[in-house]
């Protein structure tokens, strides 16, 4: 749970002499991220366990690590908050001239399902310059390889890509100045699509990560096999709702 301040503290000038009236307060809410579970559990018998060359229990909680990790990715982006996090793109949104708290605010390219075909990488620049400086300074875009490929073939004035690829390997490709990182989770450009964010995603999205992954191994429950009982306690929700803005493909 983490409170919030809705309204902030009444201010006011006056002059040396003045009378000073009582302000007004701040006034707190209160915003939760309940923890969700997270769970698998393979089997494998316990000959397997025993004649196997290689370490069959490191092998299976790796492959489950790798599934929790997929599984949180998409809940982390599109999940619907019912016994999984809430994805930053299942919450209300709002035409960002209109903005208020409670809801992520949206650009839209002005063409249903598609950039405009004059000048469409000015819709990226206002979707920057939608997000205050505080937030922008460690802005990252999120989009798909679908939508990825299309922005890569923009292009500037003098026929430069847009698009910089990592200047070392491992590290992140650049897009107008700013990071960008591809998540498979995003939706396609489509009309109507909310397909590209930007934004702060570090103070904008909260991830509530209770102790890690935990495995427990039952050889007795379904014998001759044994199980591997594995859980996660994770949940997420946005926590600053300025910090991230949406690109809507539509009119």
Request: no cysteine.
């Amino acid at each position: 749970k983490k409170p919030f301040a809705t309204t902030g503290a009444g201010t006011g000038w006056v002059g040396e002499a003045a009378e000073r009236p009582q302000t007004t307060t701040p006034t707190l809410a209160e915003l939760a991220f309940p923890t969700m579970e997270l769970y698998a559990m393979p089997a494998a018998t316990q000959t397997l366990l025993d004649d196997t060359a290689v370490n069959i229990d490191q092998w299976i909680a790796e492959e489950v690590r790798l599934a929790f990790a997929s599984q949180e990715g998409q809940a982390f982006v599109t999940g619907d908050g019912i016994n999984k996090p809430k994805g930053f793109l299942a919450y209300d949104t709002i035409a960002n001239a209109s903005w208020e708290f409670g809801k992520l605010g949206f650009l839209s390219t002005g063409v249903a399902g598609a950039f405009p075909a004059a000048n469409p990488s000015d819709k990226l620049i206002d979707l920057i310059y939608a997000v205050k400086a505080g937030y922008r300074a460690n802005g990252t875009f999120v989009l798909n390889r679908s939508t990825q490929a299309t922005v890569r073939k923009m292009k500037d004035a003098d026929g430069q890509y847009l698009w910089q690829p990592a200047a070392q390997p491992g590290g992140s490709s650049s897009l107008l100045g700013f990071p960008v990182v591809e998540s498979e989770d995003m939706p396609d450009v489509a009309a109507n699509s909310l397909s590209v964010a930007f934004g702060d995603f570090q103070r904008g999205y909260l991830i509530v990560d209770r102790i890690g992954i935990s495995v427990l191994r039952d050889p007795y429950s379904a014998k001759p096999y044994v199980l591997f009982y594995t859980t996660k306690r994770v949940g997420g929700g946005v926590q600053d709702f300025e910090a991230i803005k949406l690109l809507k493909f539509a009119v």
